[in-house]
């Protein structure tokens, strides 16, 4: 696999997702608390800063896009570098949002966790969210680094980073998750960002291993990886034509500026589900 750096410099980049209908590539620099986004076909890359750390982004409609800044969700308008509502979700200052998915019905799932996480203080500090409309339909509580999180039918997937492990739920009335097991374990770095592609293949970052793995969902054997410079991977997705281009993101290390990587890939991932808010 040819793997080319796209872009470099960055703190934490982390949660790339690719906007087909705008061949946009948007990801996250968490503790440069901005937003960045590049167009594949003009070339042109621009950026937006918070005032707060900006978790993840999601897909909404046209040139917007729903941002998690800090504890609240902000819509933002790429075309016009504008923000156009911000909607307060939970009220603690010493959290922030993290990595979060759209479900195939437009809800938001998203993890909080510590701003200044610490093992001894922060464990169990972290709660998941479904957020449907801008308002919290479920919360589950008692994790520490909610991550990684995918769907494969009507099972939800989720990671807790300090756990190691991909936990998998069965999930009822759309947002209710009971019958929690562990799915994949015992990871030699700790799993981080994840997404499941067309043939329901896990991908996952390993922060402080310098790859991505895939595992297989039916085996749970480990089929393929990819191996970077990079110590701290933080998360991968699919995009460009056909999503069949791989997306990686970095952390800064002692030798290393945090990055974002674009793989050519054999794999095959999927479009991301939008965000079913209301913008009024």
């Known amino acids: 696999?040819?793997?080319?750096?796209?872009?470099?410099?960055?703190?934490?980049?982390?949660?790339?997702?690719y906007l087909n209908s705008l061949n946009t590539l948007v990801w996250v620099d968490i503790e440069g608390c901005k937003i960045h986004f590049y167009n594949e076909y003009t070339?042109?890359?621009?950026?937006?800063?918070?005032?707060?750390?900006?978790?993840?982004?999601?897909?909404?409609?046209?040139?917007?896009?729903?941002c998690a800044v800090g504890q609240s969700l902000v819509y933002f308008d790429l075309k016009n570098k504008e923000i156009l509502k911000t909607v307060k979700i939970f009220d603690n200052e010493k959290l922030r949002f993290n990595d979060g998915k759209?479900?195939?019905?437009?809800?938001?799932?998203?993890?909080?966790?510590?701003?200044?996480?610490?093992d001894k203080i922060s464990k169990n500090l972290g709660s998941l969210y479904c957020i449907k409309d801008d308002i919290v339909i479920k919360k589950y509580d008692d994790f520490s680094i909610p991550n990684g999180l995918d769907w494969i039918e009507n099972y939800f997937f989720h990671i807790d980073t300090p756990e190691n492990t991909v936990y998998r739920y069965e999930v009822s009335d759309?947002?209710?998750?009971?019958?929690?097991?562990?799915?994949l374990?015992?990871?030699?770095?700790?799993?981080?960002?994840?997404?499941?592609?067309?043939?329901?293949?896990?991908?996952?970052a390993l922060w402080g291993g310098k790859k991505v793995v895939c595992y297989s969902y039916k085996t749970k054997a480990k089929i393929d990886e990819i191996h970077f410079d990079d110590l701290y991977t933080s998360c991968v997705s699919f995009g460009s034509k056909n999503y069949?281009?791989?997306?990686?993101?970095?952390?800064?290390?002692k030798n290393h500026e945090g990055s974002i990587y674009k793989i050519k890939s054999k794999y095959q991932g999927?479009?991301?589900?939008?965000y079913k808010g209301t913008l009024t």
């Open 102 to 118: 759209c479900d195939k019905d437009g809800n938001l799932w998203i993890g909080t966790m510590a701003k200044d996480y610490d």
């Open 43 to 66: 070339k042109i890359k621009d950026s937006f800063s918070f005032e707060e750390m900006v978790g993840c982004v999601l897909p909404y409609k046209g040139s917007i896009i729903v």
């Open 174 to 183: 759309g947002y209710i998750l009971k019958n929690k097991i562990p799915f």
């Open 244 to 253: 069949a281009s791989m997306f990686v993101t970095s952390a800064k290390d």
């Open 270 to 274: 999927k479009e991301p589900n939008t």
């Open 185 to 204: 374990t015992d990871f030699e770095a700790s799993p981080d960002g994840m997404t499941i592609d067309k043939d329901n293949n896990f991908w996952i």
């Open 1 to 17: 696999m040819k793997i080319i750096k796209l872009f470099t410099g960055f703190k934490l980049a982390e949660g790339p997702i």
